[in-house]
């Protein structure tokens, strides 16, 4: 696990944009794509280098983690309207290459199954951008979740609702279930890049690098994973014991050696 401190939210989208970019460039590649407010800056990034330097995404595909239960696709806050509005139109990816789980699917479990499906057809996902809830969530596996699980619906916490609620009209708006990639189906990605911005990330950040394994913590399971990124700013990299051994890691990068 490679942990990389950035001074800002900026610096942070940069550092995703640059790895992102690597993957677009070397050809088609499958992108496994986060919603939420955290990767934001990112695709604002990614964006920016489509229009500007001729970075085609063309050839890619892409993957989204997770959906809600029970809102029509239309719905602006469906991640499936969301990841459209924020990102994917606005590049050159071709609409039928973007997948996500059929929240609205009359056969949630059959979905689920058909999701998994089209996730390993493609040839499973190069490169998977990753939140994280401020209960260590990835995707929406919530504490307890089987570290091996695939995908399905989880119930949400409340915490996860409330922290959430500011999308929607009132918190009686947000759903209670979702349907999302298991850690199982997360972790089969070949490479992991978690994204943590804000000091309301710094404790789920802490427990996902530095704590037990351990299904309390969602997250931690990226610990098991041969290739994981993480790249937090300095407020949700405060509560890390080994900062300056991650600092000095970076500050000694060998030139050769890419994230
Ligand atoms: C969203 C997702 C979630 C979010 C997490 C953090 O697709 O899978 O795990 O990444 O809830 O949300 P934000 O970024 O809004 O703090």
């Not at 996902?125 to 619906?153: A, C, K, W, Y």
């Amino acid at each position: 696990m490679e942990i990389v401190i950035r001074e800002d939210s900026d610096h942070v989208a940069r550092t995703v944009a640059d790895i992102i970019e690597g993957y677009v460039r070397r050809g088609p590649a499958v992108l496994g794509l986060a919603t939420g407010s955290t990767p934001l800056a990112s695709y604002k990034e990614l964006i920016r280098r489509h229009r500007e330097e001729g970075l085609s995404y063309s050839e890619a595909q892409a993957f989204l983690l997770d959906e809600y239960v029970g809102l029509p696709v239309e719905h602006p806050e469906s991640y499936h309207s969301v990841i459209r509005r924020e990102f994917t139109d606005h590049v050159d990816l071709d609409p039928s290459s973007i997948h996500s789980p059929g929240g609205a699917a009359p056969d949630l479990a059959a979905e689920a199954i058909r999701y998994d499906r089209s996730i390993a057809s493609a040839g499973g996902v190069d490169v998977q951008i990753l939140g994280i809830g401020t209960d260590g969530h990835v995707g929406f596996n919530e504490p307890m979740s089987s570290l091996s699980s695939r995908t399905r619906v989880k119930t949400l916490t409340e915490q996860t609702r409330q922290d959430n609620a500011r999308f929607f009209d009132s918190l009686d708006d947000v759903p209670h279930h979702v349907l999302t990639q298991g850690l199982g189906t997360i972790t089969d990605a070949r490479h992991l890049l978690l994204i943590g911005l804000g000091e309301a990330k710094a404790d789920a950040i802490a427990a996902a690098v530095e704590g037990p394994l351990a299904a309390a913590c969602p997250a931690s399971v990226l610990q098991l994973h041969p290739h994981v990124t993480v790249v937090v700013d300095e407020a949700a990299a405060s509560r890390l014991k080994f900062a300056d051994y991650y600092r000095h890691t970076l500050d000694n990068k060998p030139a050769w050696q890419a994230f």
